[in-house]
């Protein structure tokens, strides 16, 4: 149905007329239709893929289950939506009394408003529908216009029915440098809870994200798939209740336990987004889509391609002095690389900061070590023609340090409690619910970059969890608030940043992958996958995000043998093969590395810059799951327009006379002929189908065959394989 129709169809609704009062939002390939009778109930008739004109027509007066379920009309069912008015009712009784639809910035919007039959308190059930992508927003907008405050207990974003069968859920789950670890489960009656009450961070153990197979166990390019996506940086709750219906209900949005909110005469309350996508062409097909959307939409500046970079902290750590930032600039350079950030350590006046004990808040930079400042550091990244970027940690302090000794009132804490430090035992978090913390926070981030206008790339870390319920600032009938208000105050922050400084490189790096969400992204370039830079656990790690985020916003490095955080020794050729899946860096000194080994990288960087597009704005086709333990992973990227394509394959377990399963493409164009170029080659002599010449249809029917090791002298044989393989299209 053509994009006109349908706006047609939902302006003819919106001036009062019907067509049996149903709304049909569209994208390329799915329809979600509602039915929203004026005076009636909301109520779902269809999620999936795209409707015909007939088939819409077929559906007129059928319904699944009410779109935004309100508590107090049916008690013993999950809720949506809870509150309770000024004279202790805690019951809702919602009907349509209006929709409204726009159509702008590349999606169509429609609002369902619902009033409560009693009270002056009313809901907008909204969706957004893109254009050109296939995911539909969903949110509400909670508006009290009574006199007295409404208290909401429960204040879900939105609310799926999902048709039961054989269902699987999969979702991510993990902790500190083991993020993302994917867990898939048949959906069984009950009740299943995935949340978070971190407070600063969201998804170090588990993610607002969740996939949802209808056709049984979960395939990567097969099966009919829903994705869901909470946009939220703060505490979050997904629910999937299975009761004794026909139906699993999800339910998403922010966790309400401990922030009960109370609603203001005249005010409204906007839950964050939930971003729903449907593929018939499994989890794999739900990834494109979530991927697609975000290099658009969601993801600052999400179609530009990103520097190859070399961040200090694994090879200094808080070392930091100036002819070692120099030489750490010259080394990348010439390898070729494009970007260098200087982490943690370089700032600290009365306290320096030597260790993770002191000195968060004071941002002077200390001239013991770094005689003459950011600014003789940005004229030695220009004269090694590399950009240059800095560590910074934003939203916290120490104990130890100067802000502290200033502001102790600025901290978040319970009231009358002595403070609850975290990380090196002195650490706090700063409170984002008082304005002059926001203040505080913009002015750093606008006096770097007022002072040193060459800055390109912040790593903005956030190293600590909320361990201790309370706000200086909110009254103490607010107190409630603090987590909400805690993120408010973070995303206008954020906001102001932004429309300072659009084109500014930033990254969320919250001890490791804790903000690895579409709550924080649009105003972040990318975020730090994982502390842990163990290239074999990488593989699992940047799979599991693979689901949901896009390689352009996975930072993904080259680090040092034995690893510093497994203490596994894992050969280079490997390490550089993992991180080239993602955006590519490097965590390393380079003064340590052999000319070999340099040798090595600038090969590999030099290949990366010709494979980045693909990578880094091509779709993502997983192919062997390490997950499946069968002793491999495979992805690959094909560019939209299949003209070029990078196929990865990644040993995983290693044993004599061992028999791996050969890997079938997918993605390419059947009737288009690729040439094979293998990148990072490290062997002796090239593989068998070096530089010959498939069809697409014979790649994802049959795929290639790899040897399982290496074919190198005797002396450099080790356990480790893996492959990185360019396809480029050519004439038949």
């Excluded at 403070?419 to 090196?424: A, E, F, I, K, L």
């Excluded at 972040?524 to 830079?533: A, G, I, K, L, M």
């Excluded at 590395?593 to 086709?621: F, S």
């Excluded at 791996?660 to 293998?678: F, I, N, Q, S, T």
């Amino acid at each position: 149905m053509k994009k006109n129709l349908i706006l047609a169809l939902c302006l003819l609704l919106a001036g009062g007329l019907s067509a049996q009062d149903l709304i049909h939002l569209s994208t390329p390939h799915t329809s979600l239709v509602l039915s929203a009778p004026e005076g009636g109930r909301l109520r779902y008739v269809y999620y999936g893929t795209k409707l015909t004109h007939t088939d819409l027509k077929a559906l007129e007066g059928t319904s699944i289950a009410d779109a935004y379920p309100e508590y107090g009309s049916s008690c013993p069912a999950e809720a949506a939506l809870a509150v309770t008015q000024a004279d202790g009712n805690m019951s809702l009784q919602l009907e349509v009394e209006r929709v409204a639809t726009t159509d702008s910035d590349g999606a169509q919007e429609v609002a369902i408003r619902l009033r409560d039959t009693v009270y002056p308190f009313s809901v907008a059930v909204c969706y957004r529908a893109y254009h050109d992508v296939d995911i539909i927003e969903c949110w509400t907008e909670l508006t009290n216009s009574g006199k007295k405050p409404v208290t909401l207990r429960q204040f879900a974003s939105a609310y799926l029915p999902v048709r039961r069968g054989d269902v699987w859920v999969s979702h991510l789950h993990g902790s500190w440098a083991n993020e993302a670890n994917l867990v898939q489960e048949p959906l069984k009656p009950g009740m299943l809870v995935i949340d978070n009450k971190d407070g600063v961070r969201n998804s170090h153990t588990d993610h607002a994200e969740v996939m949802l197979s209808l056709d049984g166990r979960p395939q990567e390019n097969a099966g009919r798939t829903i994705g869901a996506a909470l946009c939220y940086a703060g505490n979050y709750k997904l629910r999937i209740d299975t009761h004794d219906g026909e139906y699993h209900n999800f339910f998403a949005g922010i966790n309400e336990e401990n922030s009960q909110y109370v609603l203001e005469r005249n005010e409204t309350f906007c839950t964050p987004e939930l971003a729903l996508t449907y593929s018939s062409e499994g989890l794999s097909g739900a990834s494109r889509n979530f991927h697609r959307w975000a290099r658009q939409y969601k993801l600052a500046n999400g179609t530009k391609l990103r520097k190859i970079l070399l961040n200090s902290w694994e090879g200094v750590y808080f070392d930091i002095t100036e002819e070692g930032m120099d030489q750490m600039m010259q080394d990348i350079a010439g390898m070729g690389g494009e970007l260098f950030v200087m982490d943690d350590g370089w700032f600290g006046a009365k306290y320096p900061r030597n260790k993770d004990t002191s000195s968060l808040g004071d941002w002077v930079v200390d001239t013991r070590k770094l005689p003459h400042g950011i600014s003789g550091l940005l004229a030695n990244a220009k004269k090694h023609g590399i950009g240059f970027g800095l560590w910074i940690e934003p939203e916290m302090t120490n104990t130890t340090s100067e802000l502290y000794e200033k502001h102790p009132d600025w901290i978040v804490n319970a009231p009358q409690r002595d403070p609850v430090t975290g990380r090196g035992g002195t650490q706090l978090v700063l409170d984002l619910s008082n304005p002059e913390v926001q203040d505080f926070v913009f002015n750093l981030v606008d006096t770097l970059m007022s002072n040193y206008p060459g800055l390109e790339y912040l790593k903005w870390d956030a190293n600590m969890s909320i361990p201790s319920h309370g706000s200086g600032y909110l009254p103490a009938d607010r107190q409630s608030h603090l987590y909400i208000d805690y993120h408010r105050g973070l995303e206008q922050v954020m906001k102001r940043i932004r429309a300072k400084y659009p084109d500014l490189t930033i990254q969320a790096c919250a001890s490791g992958g804790g903000r690895a969400n579409y709550g924080v992204l649009p105003w972040f370039d990318e975020f730090w996958v994982s502390d842990n830079t163990d290239a074999l656990q990488r593989v699992y790690m940047q799979w599991g995000t693979s689901l949901f985020f896009p390689a352009v916003a996975m930072a993904s490095h080259i680090s040092a043998a034995p690893n510093h955080q497994t203490f596994r020794t894992i050969p280079l050729k490997y390490r550089i093969d993992v991180a080239m899946s993602g955006r590519l860096g490097m965590e390393i000194q380079p003064k340590n590395m052999t000319d070999e080994e340099k040798n090595l990288c600038r090969k590999a960087i030099g290949e990366y810059k010709q494979i980045r597009p693909v990578v880094q704005q091509g779709d993502i086709y997983r192919l062997l799951s390490p997950y499946d333990k069968l002793g491999a992973a495979s992805l690959m990227y094909v560019s939209p327009e299949k003209d070029k394509a990078v196929f990865y394959w990644w040993k995983t377990e290693h044993f004599v006379n061992q028999h791996l399963p050969r890997v079938p493409m997918a993605g390419l164009h059947p009737d288009k002929c690729y040439r094979v170029h293998e990148l990072n080659r490290i062997d002796n002599k090239p593989l068998d189908c070096e530089g010959k010449v498939y069809t697409g249809a014979y790649l994802m029917a049959n795929g290639l065959e790899l040897p399982y090791n290496h074919v190198v002298d005797y002396h450099k044989q080790n356990d480790y394989a893996s492959r990185v393989l360019y396809l480029e299209e050519v004439e038949r």
